[in-house]
């Protein structure tokens, strides 16, 4: 096997274990027992434990997609489709759950842990989307489009629905909405968009239904 090829392996062995058993019930030589090496190969490809855990968030980086979902959300976020940015928001969400489910159900131990992978993740990944979004809720908050309020509360609220929604379906598996994510994701979508619109709009809107009828 190549040096690569023993890389991905040690990796798909680690995220796999992590995610069953969480860090404090893995060891290192569970994970090279896993694919047949010695601990002295794994530590070969990783020196550290620390980076282990940046390996992981590479190749979940690498899968998510990230750059390209980012560049559909400032395309719409230019256009104003308020619409569209929260349900491409929640589509990439759900995308990540169901796609890599083993990456965050060992994200969800390491946090139970008091690991210190969800707080690398933030650092690496997590703080410049997270301020990408609040960018945009400011913005339209700026534009009178989005009510007023703490923004990072708003980007929070944003988010909710489909961390909820996948943390039921894809680490508890309890699928408690029909359809499928892209039906949940449009439909979480108009709700969200609703619950944001400044209440002075919706009761202008109303009341020139009401006078046309």
């Known amino acids: 096997m190549s040096s690569?090829?023993?890389?991905?392996?040690?990796?798909?062995?680690?995220?796999?274990?992590?995610?069953?058993h969480g860090f404090s019930g893995t060891r290192t030589k569970d994970i090279a027992a896993a694919c047949g090496v010695s601990e002295a190969i794994l530590f070969r490809h990783f020196a550290t434990k620390e980076?282990?855990?940046?390996a992981i968030l590479d190749t979940h980086e690498?899968?998510?997609?990230?750059?390209?979902?980012?560049?559909?959300?400032?395309?719409?976020?230019d256009r104003r489709d308020d619409l569209g940015f929260i349900r491409c928001l929640?589509?990439?969400l759900l995308k990540s759950f169901r796609e890599d489910t083993a990456f965050h159900r060992l994200m969800l131990y390491?946090?139970?842990?008091?690991?210190?992978?969800p707080s690398i993740f933030h650092e690496r990944m997590g703080s410049s989307t997270l301020e990408f979004l609040r960018n945009?809720?400011?913005?339209?908050?700026?534009?009178?489009?989005?009510?007023?309020?703490?923004?990072?509360?708003?980007?929070m609220m944003l988010a909710s629905p489909a961390m909820q929604y996948a943390t039921s379906k894809y680490i508890f598996g309890i699928k408690a909405v029909q359809g499928t994510d892209k039906d949940a994701a449009a439909e979480?979508?108009?709700?969200?968009?609703a619950a944001v619109r400044p209440t002075e709009k919706i009761s202008k809107k109303t009341k020139r239904k009401t006078l046309q009828s």
């Open 62 to 77: 690498a899968a998510a997609g990230k750059d390209e979902w980012l560049a559909e959300m400032r395309a719409r976020a």
């Open 90 to 92: 929640l589509g990439h």
């Open 136 to 155: 945009y809720v400011v913005l339209r908050q700026r534009e009178g489009a989005f009510t007023k309020g703490d923004p990072n509360t708003l980007v």
């Open 188 to 193: 979480f979508a108009k709700l969200l968009l």
């Open 110 to 117: 390491a946090a139970l842990e008091g690991h210190s992978l």
């Open 51 to 54: 980076d282990l855990y940046h």
């Open 4 to 20: 690569d090829d023993r890389r991905r392996q040690l990796l798909s062995h680690a995220i796999a274990l992590f995610s069953k």
